[in-house]
């Protein structure tokens, strides 16, 4: 089977290859189609997302490759837009919509980048309440949606990524079902991000399987994505992805063609 990917991140924000390795991967990869979606800028944290003065330069330099590699492989100009960024309309191809941060009396809490981070907002901004992050951070990505009508969310359970939420608690579960039911309502597209995989923090991808379910349970579609910072892990963990999507239910997974999403069959 053949995969493409839409979640890719390069030395334009905190990815490891350039525009043009990723491109060479992607071919020597025999992949269907590669699009690129480096991070929006963030006022809050501009450790590893674009620069304002660089979106100009990002956009720029991916057209002018996926000019000249057009007759090898179909390139696109993404962005994995995040909540608390703002980004021009109709600017990309495609937007990844995704939540990296909690804002909370002033201070800037990133979710996804490590176990004591989390840990530092859950007890500053929470009490010490995992649950009550967990509704604040499900609430948000349900708003971004709403708000950013994007193409694709962005790995929808991130939140877990250091597997300290309580996965298996009743609670936890029906804060992830409510927001998924809320957040399907106003993009019903999904990514499988492998992305955790690829830099060894879990097993499996986002979002999770009971969630993946849910998703088609509700008519969601969904794209695989690797949300990968190197150039080697373009496909990182695509065909076992493919194999948890059939397990899901689904007989289809979605590839952007440059004008819509095209359904492949499982
Ligand atoms: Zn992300
Ligand atoms: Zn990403």
Redesign the pocket.
């Known amino acids: 089977m053949r995969f493409s990917n839409l979640?890719t991140h390069t030395v334009f924000s905190d990815g490891k290859g350039t525009v043009r390795e990723n491109i060479e991967s992607a071919i020597a990869k025999n992949m269907l189609s590669l699009g690129f979606s480096d991070?929006s800028f963030t006022a809050c944290d501009t450790s590893y997302c674009m620069r304002l003065e660089d979106y100009g330069r990002y956009a720029e330099h991916v057209r002018a490759l996926a000019k000249e590699y057009e007759d090898r492989l179909p390139v696109y100009l993404g962005i994995?837009k995040?909540y608390f960024s703002e980004i021009e309309e109709g600017a990309f191809d495609y937007v990844?919509a995704?939540v990296?941060y909690i804002i909370r009396g002033g201070v800037c809490y990133p979710i996804?980048h490590s176990e004591a981070q989390q840990r530092q907002c859950a007890s500053e901004a929470f009490g010490g309440s995992l649950l009550d992050m967990a509704k604040c951070y499900y609430g948000m990505v349900a708003e971004h949606a709403a708000k950013a009508k994007p193409d694709i969310i962005?790995?929808f359970d991130?939140l877990n990524k250091f597997s300290i939420m309580p996965e298996l608690s009743d609670e936890y579960i029906r804060i992830t079902e409510e927001a998924l039911r809320e957040t399907v309502r106003h993009c019903r597209r999904f990514e499988v991000?492998t992305?955790g995989i690829g830099r060894g923090w879990r097993k499996t991808p986002y979002p999770s399987l009971y969630l993946l379910k849910l998703l088609r349970e509700l008519g969601g579609e969904v794209v695989i994505n690797s949300?990968s910072h190197h150039p080697d892990n373009l496909d990182c963990h695509f065909t076992e992805s493919a194999a948890l999507l059939r397990k899901a239910g689904f007989t289809s997974f979605s590839v952007f063609d440059g004008a819509g999403f095209q359904p492949i069959a499982l």
């Open positions: 979640h991070h994995e995040d990844i995704s990296h996804d962005g790995h991130v991000n992305g949300d």
